[in-house]
């Protein structure tokens, strides 16, 4: 009897074994230039970014793709699951490089769809686009341009300390995703560039984009259809076109925006500073229950804007209104200065006028004057210290 083991210790030592074996299974590591990457800005270095993902989304321990220092020179990059593990981590201390020829990539650059626990850690995405961007300005016929990095139905996305510089159009696209977390991304393109939205979420739930400086020509943050439970927390926005929801509207039939959450934001030089905007024709899309609170403006052409006449080049809009349903819209400590004589400017729909815009604690000045307010189809409440005169 007294070699005999108990069934409390033959579990135990079964327990261990299977712990050490299968939980503890060591996670693995590819090096991208042990896989024939070379770090000189030039050599393509597309085949092998694509073995390590190969090999890290067969594995089915955890796995982490290493990109050293040095500048590698990729051509368009499809990360594509369902894998074989959630737990892959992309960590990046280099600079990735894209094509100066903005005919060769097509509509994304770097791309991952259909992935699960995806961490992009570190590291620059070089999207070289300033030719494009000239091309553009010359009134050329030139391609839309490649989005930097897209994720496009994936869930549990981490990015983390990623620098985006001069993207061909888009620089971070989030698409039909859940639970994606971004904190401390620098996104940066010339305040001219064209399209370079620097990032833009849509058709996705429980983003997350906290602790990030964006400095680029279009909106630094766009928020499309089909977005709900959005949080945006200390980001620094400018040059750019602000903080915007939308354009909303385009389609007839569309999914809505709703419970949306911008704060501590800063806003210098840009042209809006918070903006819902939708298309001058019918839908029924919507946004709703949105709070924009601790806003800071520094000389901002717009800062508080909703325009439901959005209509450019005045093609398919004109003599119609805008069916999207603005509601629960709550700015809340929004203060600083205004590069206009018209800070606050609500110019709803009349065919669906704005409902429970609430203003509290609001203090726009323009040239040291107190601003003004336009409101036209808007409704609401002001409570607290609000300058502009509440026009609700």
Same mark, same amino acid.
Request: proline letters at 4%.
């Given at each position: 009897?007294?070699?005999?083991? +108990?069934?409390?210790?033959?579990?135990?030592? /079964?327990?261990?074994?299977?712990?050490?074996? /299968?939980?503890?299974?060591?996670?693995?590591?590819?090096?991208?230039?042990?896989?024939?990457?070379?770090?000189?800005?030039?050599?393509?270095?597309?085949?092998?970014?694509?073995?390590?993902?190969?090999?890290?989304?067969?594995?089915?321990?955890?796995?982490?793709?290493?990109? &050293?220092?040095?500048?590698?020179?990729?051509?368009?990059?499809?990360?594509?699951?369902?894998?074989?593990?959630?737990?892959?981590?992309?960590?990046?201390?280099? #600079?990735?490089?894209? &094509?100066?020829?903005?005919?060769?990539?097509?509509?994304?650059?770097?791309?991952?769809?259909?992935?699960?626990?995806?961490?992009?850690?570190?590291?620059?995405?070089?999207?070289?686009?300033?030719?494009?961007?000239?091309?553009?300005?010359?009134?050329?016929?030139?391609?839309?341009?490649?989005?930097?990095?897209?994720?496009?139905?994936?869930?549990?996305?981490?990015?983390?300390?990623?620098?985006?510089?001069?993207?061909?159009?888009?620089?971070?696209? /989030?698409?039909?995703?859940?639970?994606?977390?971004?904190?401390?991304?620098?996104?940066?393109?010339?305040?001219?560039?064209?399209?370079?939205?620097?990032?833009?979420?849509?058709?996705?739930?429980?983003?997350?984009?906290?602790? +990030?400086?964006?400095?680029?020509?279009?909106?630094?943050?766009?928020?499309?259809?089909?977005?709900?439970?959005?949080?945006?927390?200390?980001?620094?926005?400018? &040059?750019?076109?602000?903080?915007?929801?939308?354009?909303?509207?385009?389609?007839?039939? @569309?999914?809505?925006?709703?419970?949306?959450?911008?704060?501590?934001?800063?806003? #210098?030089?840009?042209?809006?500073?918070? $903006?819902?905007?939708?298309?001058? $024709?019918?839908?029924?899309?919507?946004? $709703?229950?949105?709070?924009?609170?601790?806003?800071?403006?520094?000389?901002?052409?717009? &800062?508080?804007?909703?325009?439901?006449?959005?209509?450019?080049?005045?093609?398919?809009?004109?003599?119609?209104?805008?069916?999207?349903?603005?509601?629960?819209?709550?700015?809340?400590?929004?203060?600083?200065?205004?590069?206009? @004589?018209?800070? /606050?400017?609500?110019?709803?729909?009349?065919?669906?006028?704005?409902? $429970?815009?609430?203003? @509290?604690?609001?203090?726009? #000045?323009?040239?040291?004057?107190?601003? @003004?307010?336009?409101?036209?189809?808007?409704?609401?409440?002001?409570?607290?210290?609000?300058?502009?005169?509440?026009?609700?």
């Amino acid at each position: 009897m007294g070699n005999q083991r +108990s069934p409390q210790l033959v579990l135990s030592l /079964v327990f261990v074994f299977f712990y050490s074996t /299968v939980v503890l299974a060591a996670p693995v590591t590819y090096n991208v230039v042990s896989l024939g990457a070379k770090a000189d800005g030039k050599t393509d270095s597309t085949q092998a970014f694509l073995a390590a993902w190969t090999k890290a989304c067969a594995s089915v321990s955890p796995a982490t793709i290493y990109v &050293p220092a040095g500048r590698f020179y990729l051509r368009q990059l499809a990360f594509n699951g369902p894998c074989k593990n959630s737990a892959i981590i992309i960590r990046i201390d280099g #600079t990735l490089v894209a &094509p100066s020829d903005y005919n060769v990539l097509g509509n994304n650059w770097v791309a991952f769809s259909h992935v699960n626990g995806v961490t992009l850690s570190g590291g620059i995405l070089d999207g070289q686009g300033s030719g494009l961007w000239a091309c553009k300005a010359s009134g050329k016929s030139c391609p839309n341009g490649a989005t930097t990095l897209e994720f496009s139905n994936s869930n549990n996305i981490v990015v983390s300390g990623l620098t985006s510089l001069n993207s061909k159009m888009f620089h971070i696209v /989030v698409n039909g995703c859940q639970n994606v977390k971004m904190q401390g991304v620098k996104v940066s393109a010339d305040g001219n560039s064209p399209n370079t939205d620097g990032i833009h979420v849509q058709l996705s739930s429980g983003v997350t984009i906290l602790n +990030s400086k964006i400095r680029t020509g279009d909106d630094c943050i766009s928020i499309g259809p089909g977005t709900t439970n959005l949080w945006i927390e200390n980001v620094a926005c400018g &040059p750019g076109h602000g903080i915007s929801i939308g354009s909303l509207g385009k389609d007839s039939n @569309e999914a809505g925006v709703q419970n949306v959450t911008v704060k501590t934001a800063t806003f #210098t030089g840009t042209q809006n500073g918070v $903006r819902i905007k939708s298309w001058g $024709r019918p839908s029924n899309g919507f946004a $709703r229950n949105i709070l924009f609170q601790h806003a800071v403006m520094v000389n901002v052409q717009n &800062p508080i804007v909703i325009d439901q006449n959005y209509c450019p080049d005045n093609k398919g809009c004109p003599g119609q209104v805008s069916g999207v349903k603005i509601s629960d819209v709550t700015y809340q400590d929004i203060h600083g200065s205004s590069a206009t @004589e018209v800070a /606050v400017k609500f110019d709803c729909s009349s065919g669906n006028p704005c409902s $429970r815009i609430r203003l @509290e604690n609001v203090k726009l #000045t323009y040239q040291n004057q107190a601003a @003004e307010a336009s409101c036209i189809h808007a409704a609401g409440t002001s409570s607290g210290f609000v300058q502009p005169t509440s026009c609700l």
